[in-house]
């Protein structure tokens, strides 16, 4: 089809044809157009192009595909996460590799490996090599629009192609357009040629309405796109104008610096019955002593220890514990020094590990409590209340912070230990295209007179079928 329809825009056009296929019959299909055109069928590679690249090394003009969707990649992840680990960006995969359950982006990455380099010049100003780079559609499902938060595979991909400035244009298509599914599709254009205008934008065209109905269903195929709406999408595509159907953002829009905002633990502690007996879920405190033992039932249980039977070491330590005054602290530096001072008047060593086993047991959480703190005099961060913001990219995260979290939560911080791989900023770079945002558009709800009205209409019917029923 697609050669048929390059020879109709320029009949002296020297096509030639290359694929691969995994599916035997597909293959054989594929195989007779090829000889029935006078094509080359060397040039169509059986076998799984995951696992066998049956163009290594070759590069093409233009690239298309319309891969399965939601197909996962499990028979195939050995081979290529030994690729992506070993060869890194010098391999097909380097970008990232997406779930297993969809192995969309896999076929993606594949065809950009396949793209011809653009012209470089020499330091004369000459041109050095000139290949004229290369133009891949590939059909997709909604899911690489979004699936996969910052640092993901999937979010790593979509910053590798728009980053690189490859990512031309996005389709929205019908839904019900192909015969295995009806979902909603959108065809991604991706170059590493764009003219000077396009160049660092990203054009979205929502042609989903662009359809008519088949009269008659193909399977899940009932609608198709006339010849005359393919000259609308087209057109809107070469004006790449703004409109009711077209979007034009730069690369950056579609990022995101994904932030973790801390807020500080408040704890209580106290040596109650019930807070000792949690020591038996702490491993350090199992482990005191030596190896963890194995739990015994006895008829006589020391100090709240339920079914456990404690051995010389951690009997010490309970009779540490039953020695602290019986009262409620609510400062963690307080009741730390109280069991440091405890622990040494009994001659005690206690381990980081078991000192936090002992904090972890004997304290909750408590709003009124005051802050706790580390070595260094830092508050601690509470994970409970850990939380997250999305700052779009070329905005200041600080700035962004102080606007739109400090106000809500006076004490929280931004955790800035945590930095984004590639460029070592705080937090995590991400990309999402939420195409379906961009379009849409708000719709009121009815009148309230008009709901009750329909409600009124309902009712006097419902009764008049009760009645006849009565009757």
Known sequence: MADEHLRGLNPDARLILFGQEYNEQSYAICGSDMLIKGQNLDNIVYGDSFTRDGHAGRHFDYLLANPPFGVEWKPQADFIKREHDTLGPRGRFGAGLPRINDGSFLFLQHMISKMKPVARE????????????SRIAIVFNGSPLFTGDAGSGESNIRRWIIENDWLDAIVAMPDQLFYNTGISTYLWIVT???PSER????QLINAADQHRKMRRSLGQKRNEITDDQVTEIVRLYNEFAEGERVRIFDNADFGYRKITVERPLRLNFAVTEERRARLWEQAAFLNLGGTVRERRREAA?????GDHAPNDDQAALLAILRGLPPTL?????????ALDGAARAARLTLSTPLKKAILAALGERDETAEICRNSNGHPE???DLRDSENVPLGVNVDEYFAREVTPHVPNAWINRDQRDPLDGGVGRVGYEISFNRYFYHYQPPRPLEAIEADLKVLEREILNLL????G
């Open 122 to 133: 020499g330091v004369d100003g000459q041109t050095i090599r000139e290949m004229g780079g």
């Open 192 to 194: 590493n040629r764009k």
């Open 199 to 202: 160049r660092g934008k990203v």
């Open 301 to 305: 249980v020391a100090d709240g220890a």
């Open 329 to 337: 602290w609510k400062d963690h530096a307080e009741f730390a020094s």
């Open 381 to 383: 961060a509470d994970p």
């Open 467 to 470: 009645q006849e029923v009565a």
